[in-house]
């Protein structure tokens, strides 16, 4: 099941609300991956795995193209 950016943020923020160090490591991934596509342009309904899934992290994803 793929997330759109704003889900990403969404499940971080229940991780973090959670306090376990497991959910606290989760939601730290699931803020990095947000945070970084939002840079990079990427909307809050973009989905985040088909852009892992190409290019292998989100450090590697490029810019958004404006349409």
Not at 15 to 22: A, S
Not at 43 to 66: A, F, H
């Amino acid at each position: 099941m793929s997330v759109s950016i704003l889900e990403a943020l969404q499940g971080a923020d229940h991780n973090l609300r959670g306090g376990t160090g497991f959910g606290v490591s989760i939601a730290k991934a699931q803020l990095h991956n947000a945070v970084t596509l939002l840079e990079k342009g990427y909307s809050l309904y973009d989905e985040v795995e088909p852009l892992i899934e190409k290019y292998g992290d989100v450090d590697s994803v490029p810019e958004k193209e404006e349409t």
